[in-house]
């Protein structure tokens, strides 16, 4: 499309040449003539004087380059809804596939996609325009929204409850047991009833190998918004604030419970019955084992105040050679 066609589209402020003709999108270093591209960190625009790029999405203030620019107050989501316009999402007709297994009890919602293998329990309440890929098993007695979207091979479990606009990628498990056993008089462990169900709350995406695992008692409840990356692991009994990140690998041990808007950084583990206030930020590989106020940024393991962590991993390197002056300190003053 042209430029000032997509400008339109974004709601752009287009600068330059507005009958140029855009394909696609790319990354402001690999973008070419045809491209649109986009800078949201100013330490980049060295980058966008040099790019190759048709046009560039830019923040209002940003200086002229040579460059057409498509000027907008978040850069960042104007590209991310440029992608959707260039590489729209595919569509699935409404319909039952012939080998999917539907209980004449479920109850499915108009508009429904249902692909092969799909089985759906007795009992199951299933809104309005879903999309369930091959593979896909709906339990007993689970209550899903509108507009659901399951890849393929995910599994919702027995009296689960999915909100609206949820999306599960390939392989999550909503409403897997629980990890709660109990030793008998014998010293064997003995498995406790996960009785509680997973709710996910509407807008969340978990995506895949993902398990929200059942609570034994109560419920696990993952909240309005939040987004769940890859292979991540919800304790029974868990709660994840709106809004919330949580990225590849990390752990929540059981009844921990997580605050709005926090980000929980790639493989952050997180002891049982922990508390994490709102806006909350642990960055990688951060193990926590207790309590975090609200708005505090953590790292390290066990974790502590980002500030301090990142002056202790400054002196790490230099360890071996404080040591060494010291000890000719100490050997030079007992002489």
């Not at 402001?28 to 100013?42: D, R």
């Not at 199951?124 to 325009?129: K, L, P, Q, S």
């Not at 309005?224 to 709660?239: E, Y």
Request: hydrophobic share 40%.
């Amino acid at each position: 499309m042209k430029l000032a066609e997509l400008a339109q589209r974004l709601g752009a402020e287009c600068h330059g040449k507005p009958d140029s003709v855009i394909t696609g999108v790319a990354g402001i270093e690999e973008a070419g003539p045809g491209h649109v591209t986009f800078v949201a960190n100013p330490k980049y625009a060295g980058l966008a004087k040099r790019t190759k790029a048709g046009a560039v999405l830019v923040a209002p203030d940003f200086p002229e380059i040579e460059a057409s620019t498509l000027r907008i107050k978040n850069p960042y989501l104007a590209f991310a809804k440029a992608i959707e316009i260039f590489h729209p999402a595919p569509s699935y007709a409404a319909g039952i596939h012939p080998t999917a297994v539907i209980d004449p009890t479920a109850q499915i919602g108009e508009g429904a996609s249902i692909g092969a293998y799909v089985v759906v329990g007795e009992h199951c309440i299933i809104g309005e325009h879903a999309t369930i890929l091959p593979h896909v098993v709906i339990y007993p007695n689970a209550s899903i929204g509108d507009h659901f979207f399951a890849h393929a091979h995910a599994v919702v479990r027995e009296g689960c409850m999915v909100g609206d606009h949820v999306i599960l990628q390939n392989g999550v498990v909503v409403g897997s047991d629980g990890y709660g056993f109990a030793k008998d008089n014998a010293g064997k462990w003995h498995k406790i009833v996960q009785s509680g169900p997973a709710v996910i709350e509407d807008h969340v995406e978990i995506q895949a190998n993902s398990c929200i695992d059942r609570a034994s008692v109560g419920e696990t409840r993952i909240g309005r918004g939040a987004k769940i990356d890859n292979l991540v692991q919800v304790g029974h009994g868990s709660s994840v604030g709106e809004n919330t990140l949580l990225c590849a690998q990390v752990g929540l041990a059981g009844s921990t419970h997580i605050g709005d808007d926090a980000v929980l950084a790639g493989q952050v583990g997180v002891a049982g019955h922990c508390h994490i206030g709102d806006r909350v930020i642990v960055t990688a590989q951060s193990g926590v084992g207790g309590n975090i106020e609200a708005g505090k940024i953590i790292s390290g393991s066990p974790a502590y105040d980002n500030r301090a962590w990142l002056r202790v991993c400054a002196i790490m390197p230099r360890l071996p050679e404080l040591l060494k002056q010291f000890e000719r300190k100490r050997k030079t003053e007992n002489g």
